[in-house]
């Protein structure tokens, strides 16, 4: 895949032929000023034609707070003022996952563009609803799974399409972390547990890259010890068509490899850590035999925009890519993207409540 620059020259990926750029300006409004939020805005602020327009939390002084920090002109003090602010175009929804149905569902019924945090909800029947509304309205509504809009993912995926890998048969994808060392115990991640937090994006992996026809799967996990009562580690095994596979493990309580792999009959992708917004890239296309291997390996670069902040988390400049998606994907009057369609997310949390329900029921 040849490297897409924007009018700043950032990279930018590819959206079924779209514009690379826009030419309205859209004004975001915020649902939630905490820690992801704040790295969403500092991007904003880097993005053409985008403007952190107005955020909202319950206590009004955080949003100013918020306001001030990131150049906004609007902050409330409640997010039903902020959505029916005439002038907001489109809302990010950056609340705990508990709050994403109604929040969304406030959102959409005011009439405006919706980007949701991930998981897109806790629920198959609440992910419906988002689901079902949006399209009633015909809105744009997308999960923000940033990773899927990264350079290095768009060129898997290409990869994979040339046919250099041959048949894919096997995809194996992990994001482990620790979370008690990161945040310590007061983290609202340990009350819905690491499978919706950690695990959404293994399994997104595996359904981007073996479809959504899912012929049967089982699935293994550990209950987080810490006496919340939820999936702190866990492994999803699916079968696709034929004799493809896809293997996701996820873990809150330790840290892992955090890598991806892509199996095929001529050669494989390692996607190196953090494979959830990856910057590197290896090809190994098989040569020889396995006693004496004669493999090509090339290895493939992708850098983070240079945005500058204080930034929260690892590789959020990342966040860049996803944000722009949003704005060419309105700007073009898609209500969904292509990269993150609903369809795709619904059955992602369908599969992370099988694996939450079995893992509890197993786990007495």
């Known amino acids: 895949m040849n490297p897409y620059k924007s009018d700043s020259g950032f990279i930018v990926t590819p959206l079924d032929n779209l514009p690379l750029s826009v030419d309205r300006e859209f004004r975001w409004g915020f649902i939630g000023c905490g820690k992801i939020a704040n790295d969403f805005a500092l991007v904003l602020n880097h993005l053409e034609q985008a403007e952190v327009y107005a955020v909202s939390a319950r206590d009004t002084d955080r949003a100013r707070a918020f306001a001030s920090r990131h150049g906004a002109e609007k902050f409330y003090g409640s997010y039903a003022e902020l959505v029916n602010d005439p002038l907001v175009d489109v809302v990010y929804i950056a609340t705990v996952t508990e709050f994403h149905a109604d929040h969304a569902k406030l959102v959409l019924n005011a009439g405006k563009h919706l980007l949701i945090e991930k998981p897109i909800a806790l629920s198959v029947d609440e992910v419906s609803m988002i689901r079902s509304l949006a399209r009633s309205k015909g809105l744009f509504c997308m999960e923000a799974m940033w990773m899927r809009f990264f350079p290095a993912m768009e060129y898997c995926k290409n990869v994979i399409k040339s046919g250099e ?136 670069e992708f850098p983070l925009p240079p945005i500058d902040g204080e930034f ?53």
Not at 184 to 207: C, E, M, N, R
Not at 265 to 275: L, N
Not at 328 to 346: F, K, M, N, Y
Request: aromatic content about 8%; proline content about 4%; overall charge negative.
């Open 165 to 300: 890998l041959g048949e894919v048969g096997q995809v194996r994808a992990d994001l482990s972390f620790d979370l008690k060392r990161d945040e310590g115990l007061d983290s609202p991640t340990w009350k819905t547990g690491g499978i919706f937090d950690a695990g959404v994006y293994p399994v997104h992996q595996a359904l981007m890259i073996c479809g959504g026809k899912i012929k049967d799967s089982e699935c293994s996990g550990v209950i987080d010890g810490y006496g919340f009562g939820q999936v702190g580690a866990g492994l999803l095994h699916a079968r696709f068509e034929e004799t493809l596979t896809a293997m996701a493990t996820w873990s809150i309580l330790y840290e892992g490899a955090e890598e991806m792999d892509i199996y095929g009959s001529k050669g494989r992708i390692r996607v190196h850590s953090p494979a959830h917004s990856p910057t590197c890239v290896t090809v190994i296309k098989y040569g020889g035999s396995r006693r004496k291997p004669e493999n090509t390996v090339t290895t493939h």
């Open 312 to 364: 929260n988390f690892p590789s959020s400049e990342g966040l860049y890519y996803e944000a722009a998606a949003v704005q060419r994907c309105i700007a073009a009057g898609l209500t969904e993207c292509p990269q993150v369609p609903l369809d795709e997310s619904l059955q992602a949390i369908e599969l992370l409540n099988s694996c939450d329900r079995i893992i509890k029921k197993r786990a007495g």
